[in-house]
């Protein structure tokens, strides 16, 4: 289980780790339950996050508007071209509108069918 904030709202989501994550997770030394740390060993914020996310697209030369958000994004749209379904996706990513979610099923069932 863990927390995550989604549109400012706290959401517990029950997600199966696979073995290989479960073995790097059990190899972090460290005693917070963040799983995003600061070099010293802090809890990043998520502004600082953000931050490094946007970073990280600048040195890989990527377009400078990237975000956390683009990343659940591209999960949503990953899982649905795996073959969930739009409930399997919200009870990983915490959304609440299936509306949402049905547009991600859209544009990769469109794809498919084509």
Do not use: W
Request: net charge neutral; charged share 25%.
């Amino acid at each position: 289980m863990i927390s995550t904030k989604k549109s400012q709202e706290l959401v517990d989501l029950n997600i199966p780790i696979q073995s290989d994550f479960r073995a790097v997770l059990e190899g972090i030394k460290h005693n917070h339950e963040s799983l995003i740390i600061t070099q010293l060993g802090e809890a990043r914020s998520e502004k600082s996050f953000t931050n490094g996310i946007i970073e990280a697209a600048k040195e890989a030369a990527l377009s400078p508007h990237r975000s956390p958000h683009g990343l659940r994004k591209a999960a949503c749209r990953r899982l649905a071209e795996a073959g969930c379904t739009a409930l399997e996706i919200m009870s990983i990513t915490g959304h609440s509108n299936i509306k949402e979610i049905e547009t991600y099923c859209a544009a990769v069932n469109e794809k498919r069918l084509a």
